[in-house]
């Protein structure tokens, strides 16, 4: 299967003309014969009806590739398939679908931290927390986690852990528009006001650039 024009399409954000060209090809695979390959690009097929907005159809394509694949490829999978419940606040569902790779992927800290998300969506706020920790433990430069624990911590009233976390997600990336306005969000909370008002002028400009 054509996998390396389907990256470089989606690369390029030409997802109309990746699954125009390449979706047909998706009936014609013989999956004994290169399963690996032909799952991924099934994915990429179902990441492109992603960007389009289509997440039934991204949900479709990606549980066939999930099916076909092995290991990490296939948990690569389960991950975009549980992020996309996470946006529809299917949050038991995506735990369901998740839990079982723990098995497999004990210490994977995309893994762990996703459960995590779950399990917050949910409103299990104290074991939400573990698994972030969890997650940081086998990856302390994990910075949408830092931002993501930041945000919970700061719902639990936690506004000093909470301000670590954001400062700790910006040592790791210096770039990370949201913690900027969430680093921002927390100084304004203790009355730092013009330290939050820096960082929220630059948490607005980093993240008009990066919709530019």
Not at 23 to 42: G, H, M, R, T, W
Not at 65 to 79: D, F, N, T
Request: with cysteine; charged share 25%.
């Amino acid at each position: 299967p054509p996998l390396g024009l389907a990256l470089t399409l989606n690369a390029l954000k030409s997802h109309e003309q990746l699954i125009r060209e390449l979706e047909p090809f998706v009936e014609k695979i013989d999956f004994e014969e290169d399963n690996n390959q032909a799952s991924e690009l099934i994915l990429e097929i179902g990441n492109a009806y992603h960007c389009l907005g289509n997440e039934t159809q991204a949900l479709i394509l990606w549980e066939k590739a999930r099916i076909h694949s092995q290991g990490e490829k296939q948990l690569a999978m389960v991950l975009n398939t549980a992020q996309v419940l996470c946006n529809k606040d299917k949050y038991k569902e995506a735990e369901s679908l998740l839990r079982p790779y723990l098995k497999n992927f004990p210490i994977q800290p995309n893994l762990i931290y996703a459960i995590g998300v779950t399990v917050r969506g949910q409103g299990r706020w104290e074991e939400a927390c573990e698994l972030f920790t969890n997650a940081l433990e086998h990856d302390p430069n994990y910075a949408i986690c830092l931002n993501t624990y930041g945000l919970l911590l700061r719902e639990m009233g936690q506004i000093h852990q909470s301000r670590h976390c954001f400062e700790r997600a910006l040592k790791v990336d210096r770039t990370f528009g949201a913690a900027m306005n969430n680093l921002g969000s927390v100084l304004k909370d203790v009355a730092h006001y013009q330290d939050a008002l820096k960082w929220l002028r630059q948490g607005a400009k980093q993240l008009g650039e990066n919709a530019a």
